[in-house]
T-cell receptor, first 114, second 111 residues
Framework: NAGVTQTPKFQVLKTGQSMTLQCAQD?????MYWYRQDPGMGLRLIYY???????DKGEVPNGYNVSRLNKREFSLRLESAAPSQTSVYFC?????????????FGPGTRLTVL | DAKTTQPPSMDCAEGRAANLPCNHS???????VYWYRQIHSQGPQYIIH???NNETNEMASLIITEDRKSSTLILPHATLRDTAVYYC????????????FGKGTRLHILP
């Protein structure tokens, strides 16, 4: 099991460029999440998907779009990148059922917008 | 907004027990307390969770007050590898909704 994988690991963009961050999980989890973490700060929820075909806004959704492509994949798109979006982006997933139902996190994508 | 309040930082001597507090005074009856930690710049890692009873696993113990308005994560014998940011969150287990992290507590283990 690879768990939660994210691509790319690092990315540098110029202001106004667009890009898509990819996330995939191989644990057959129902729910997936995107967080951002600015230097020295905690994680802030951008969007989440409680099940395939649904997405909902989190704390800081402005400037982002998401797609739950299938049960495995949840992508995050920046249409027109801004320096304020420089951050580390983490994807996470949960089974969405009983038990521990803990979140599993990917290794992160480090994005710099110049 | 996060439903929990934690001190921004704490120190603990290596080999001693680290006790990390968390306040969650508005917790609902069906919400669990979860703890995660984030080492350096890695993704957060699950530690433990509980509803109202105290819990223990191979990593830590979780003590929840009787009124459930606060809890304490205990690392019984802290090592330098326990240096990390620790997050306390409340959520309904089995229902996936917004899972909000606060700022966490930065734990420094002193040699």
């Amino acid at each position: 099991n690879a768990g939660v994988t994210q691509t790319p690991k690092f990315q540098v963009l110029k202001t106004g460029q667009s890009m898509t961050l990819q996330c995939a999980q191989d644990m057959n989890h129902n729910s997936m999440y995107w967080y951002r973490q600015d230097p020295g700060m905690g994680l802030r929820l951008i969007y989440y998907s409680a099940s395939e075909g649904t997405t909902d806004k989190g704390e800081v959704p402005n400037g982002y779009n998401v797609s739950r492509l299938n049960k495995r994949e949840f992508s995050l798109r920046l249409e027109s990148a801004a320096p304020s979006q420089t951050s580390v982006y983490f994807c996470a997933s949960t089974a969405g059922t009983g038990g521990k139902n803990e979140q599993f996190f990917g290794p992160g994508t480090r994005l710099t917008v110049l | 907004d996060a439903k929990t309040t934690q001190p921004p930082s704490m120190d603990c001597a290596e080999g001693r027990a680290a006790n990390l507090p968390c306040n969650h005074s508005t917790i609902s009856g069906n919400e669990y307390v979860y703890w995660y930690r984030q080492i350096h710049s890695q993704g957060p890692q699950y530690i433990i969770h509980g509803l109202k009873n105290n819990e223990t696993n191979e990593m830590a113990s979780l003590i929840i007050t009787e009124d459930r308005k606060s809890s304490t994560l205990i690392l019984p014998h802290a090592t330098l590898r326990d240096t990390a940011v620790y997050y306390c969150i409340v959520r309904v287990a089995g229902v996936d909704d917004k899972i909000i992290f606060g700022k966490g507590t930065r734990l420094h283990i002193l040699p």
